[in-house]
């Protein structure tokens, strides 16, 4: 049984950094996509990120320029590095796996979800 397991959320001032990630474990799995999903208080689950084996990536426009995805095959892990945050990046963010591709996550979302991890962006 795979699980993903997110780390790296927490508080931090507007024009500040933060590093997410999450590691796989529980399954000999190969990830040809991994990406982030988030969910702001009221809202519903937005892509933020993807990337694949390949290596290529894929953003929101609203984090395009701010917020870099990269992903360890090897380690089975995704990182998100997030720079000049702002207060509307508050949200719970989610980690998310599919065997197929990066595509299946640009399609709603992928096979595998971690519980997700609080990113508060505050004075």
């Known amino acids: 049984q795979v699980q993903l397991v997110e780390s790296g959320g927490g508080l931090v001032q507007p024009g500040g950094s933060l590093r997410l990630s999450c590691a796989a474990s529980?399954?000999?799995?190969?990830?040809?996509?991994m990406g982030w999903f988030r969910q702001s208080p009221g809202g519903q689950r937005e892509l933020v990120a993807t990337t694949s084996l390949g290596g290529a990536t894929n953003y929101a426009s609203f984090v395009k320029g701010r917020f870099t995805v990269s992903m360890d095959s090897l380690k089975k892990e995704v990182y998100l590095q997030m720079t000049s945050l702002r207060s509307e990046d508050t949200a719970v963010y989610y980690c998310?796996?599919?065997?197929?591709?990066?595509?299946?996550?640009?399609?709603?979302?992928?096979?595998?979800w971690g519980q997700g991890t609080q990113v508060t962006v505050s004075p």
């Open positions: 998310n796996a599919d065997r197929s591709g990066a595509k299946a996550l640009s399609s709603g979302g992928g096979e595998y």
């Open positions: 529980g399954s000999d799995v190969r990830f040809g996509g």
